[in-house]
């Protein structure tokens, strides 16, 4: 009879590849997800590419220390957490644990019923935490109205608040769906203006002909059709912000009334002979590279400097995957009421599949897919089929029966590994394997590294 996997992943890390071993199957037998790490180095992109509940660390080891992850862990992962391990025992190593963050302290050697003992305090601690923040409407994973606990979306937050604080012109770069609108929105409404107008413009879905008149306004028979004066979206934002997305598809002759009004701080409607006056914070969005576009002479470098006094580059979904259950199961929630239908349920391979897609449309494409299970399926439970046929692995059209067990076990792990662009983690998680079982695989079939 095989054990149900628990819902806690556990990290172990740990130099000696025995003390790692010997953790692995001690845990992995009462049925957690292990993931192992031979030092601080390898341990931080498995914690930022995984959701990780339990740290178990040595103190001491080549490069950082255990205390040194600890710190890290305390300061960026506040739903982890921390167990020390050490063959050093000392009443300052302990005190220095404790106060770093660790939630529990062990000798070596210790034995099995220490560690689960020190285990399941630790994981008991984590699900009274997350009782308490589900039943407080402030949560950690949400910012801004915005959705993640990894390192780059942490990194998001504390810009928006530090650009909030200042009027200062802000452009805001990333691809397509990762929520550039979202990020104006944070720090309009985190800023001083919040009670005075947000004025979104999608510069790329005006044609050219009509874009000045737009922004800028007309009067009265400045061309046919214009019956009557009318404010541009420059006037309408006075005192509050204008959020120019796709600001990278207006034109050289755009671009230049726009560098007068950041510099002026006037507008000059389309047929008038006097410019207004306005206050008005800018801030812009592209998903293109300005620096190139103004190396190819596509964009003013004046604008781009003008624009560019902070940048925000918002993060691919592909480069924060850790945030990915918690943006499936938002969307669920969100569309299960919409449509008054059960939330979805999503199984651990299901999350691994989609932590392991590419999100050429990033969070946008997330959502919609979400969406989209939501209407399509009849039942609560995800699986595999239920996903888009792009983020299933492919089967062969003919089943050859005449290949050797390493054979496809060799083809198996390849595509895994072409499935989530080399990232051995993520590999190792659809697999069921740990990462030093993968490395040896790998090894063994002369794989690509």
């Known amino acids: 009879?095989?054990?149900?996997?628990?819902?806690?992943?556990?990290?172990?890390?740990?130099?000696?590849?025995?003390?790692?071993?010997?953790?692995?199957?001690?845990l992995e037998s009462t049925g957690?997800?292990?993931?192992?790490?031979?030092?601080?180095?390898?341990?931080?992109?498995?914690?930022?590419?995984?959701?990780?509940?339990?740290?178990?660390?040595?103190?001491?080891?080549?490069?950082?220390?255990?205390?040194?992850?600890?710190?890290?862990?305390?300061?960026?992962?506040?739903?982890?957490?921390?167990?020390?391990?050490?063959?050093?025992?000392?009443?300052?190593?302990?005190?220095?644990?404790?106060?770093?963050?660790?939630?529990?302290?062990?000798?070596?050697?210790?034995?099995?019923?220490?560690?689960?003992?020190?285990?399941?305090q630790s994981l008991e601690k984590l699900s009274r935490k997350k009782t308490e923040e589900v039943a407080s409407p402030a949560t950690s994973s949400r910012e801004f109205g915005m959705i993640g606990e990894s390192v780059p979306m942490k990194r998001?937050?504390?810009?928006?608040?530090?650009?909030?604080?200042?009027?200062?012109?802000?452009?805001?770069?990333?691809?397509?769906?990762?929520?550039?609108?979202?990020?104006?929105?944070?720090?309009?409404?985190?800023?001083?203006?919040?009670?005075?107008?947000?004025?979104?413009?999608n510069c790329g879905g005006i044609p050219e002909s009509l874009l000045e008149s737009e922004l800028f306004g007309h009067v009265k028979g400045a061309f046919t059709g214009a019956t009557e004066s009318r404010a541009g979206f420059f006037q309408a934002a006075d005192g509050g912000t204008i959020f120019l997305d796709e600001i990278s598809e207006t034109s050289l002759g755009m671009q230049v009334k726009l560098l007068r009004v950041l510099q002026d701080k006037e507008v000059l409607m389309v047929g008038a002979n006097n410019p207004r006056t306005v206050d008005v914070r800018v801030v812009a969005a592209t998903n293109k590279n300005l620096e190139e576009l103004v190396k190819k002479g596509i964009f003013r470098e004046d604008l781009y400097y003008r624009l560019n006094v902070i940048k925000i580059i918002l993060p691919p979904l592909r480069e924060r995957t850790g945030d990915i259950p918690l943006l499936a199961r938002h969307f669920a929630k969100k569309y299960a009421g919409a449509y008054d239908k059960a939330e979805l349920k999503f199984t651990d391979e299901v999350l691994a599949t989609m932590e392991g897609y590419s999100w050429p449309g990033n969070v946008r494409e997330l959502e919609n897919?979400?969406?989209?299970?939501?209407?399509?399926?009849?039942?609560?439970?995800?699986?595999?089929?239920?996903?888009?046929?792009?983020?299933?692995?492919?089967?062969?059209?003919?089943?050859?029966?005449?290949?050797?067990l390493e054979e496809v076990e060799r083809e198996h792990i390849a595509k895994v590994?072409?499935?989530?662009?080399?990232?051995?983690?993520?590999?190792?998680?659809?697999?069921?394997?740990?990462?030093?079982?993968?490395?040896?695989?790998?090894?063994?079939?002369?794989?690509?590294?």
């Open 369 to 404: 897919i979400v969406q989209r299970i939501v209407v399509m399926s009849r039942n609560e439970d995800v699986k595999i089929a239920d996903l888009p046929e792009m983020m299933r692995f492919s089967i062969p059209n003919h089943f050859r029966c005449d290949r050797t």
């Open 32 to 120: 957690f997800i292990v993931l192992t790490a031979e030092d601080v180095n390898e341990a931080v992109p498995l914690l930022n590419d995984n959701p990780v509940d339990l740290v178990i660390t040595d103190l001491k080891m080549p490069g950082p220390s255990g205390i040194d992850l600890i710190r890290y862990v305390h300061e960026n992962f506040r739903r982890t957490e921390i167990i020390m391990i050490t063959g050093y025992p000392t009443v300052q190593t302990a005190v220095d644990a404790v106060k770093s963050g660790a939630e529990a302290y062990l000798s070596k050697p210790f034995t099995d019923e220490e560690l689960m003992d020190a285990v399941n």
């Open 417 to 449: 590994l072409q499935l989530v662009n080399g990232n051995k983690s993520k590999a190792a998680r659809i697999l069921n394997i740990d990462r030093k079982t993968l490395r040896d695989r790998i090894a063994k079939y002369q794989l690509p590294d």
């Open 156 to 201: 998001i937050f504390e810009e928006i608040s530090m650009a909030s604080g200042t009027y200062a012109t802000v452009l805001i770069t990333g691809e397509s769906g990762t929520g550039k609108e979202l990020v104006a929105r944070a720090i309009h409404y985190e800023g001083k203006r919040a009670s005075s107008p947000f004025i979104p413009v």
């Open 1 to 26: 009879m095989t054990r149900k996997k628990s819902k806690y992943t556990i990290l172990v890390v740990d130099d000696s590849p025995n003390t790692r071993e010997v953790l692995r199957r001690n």
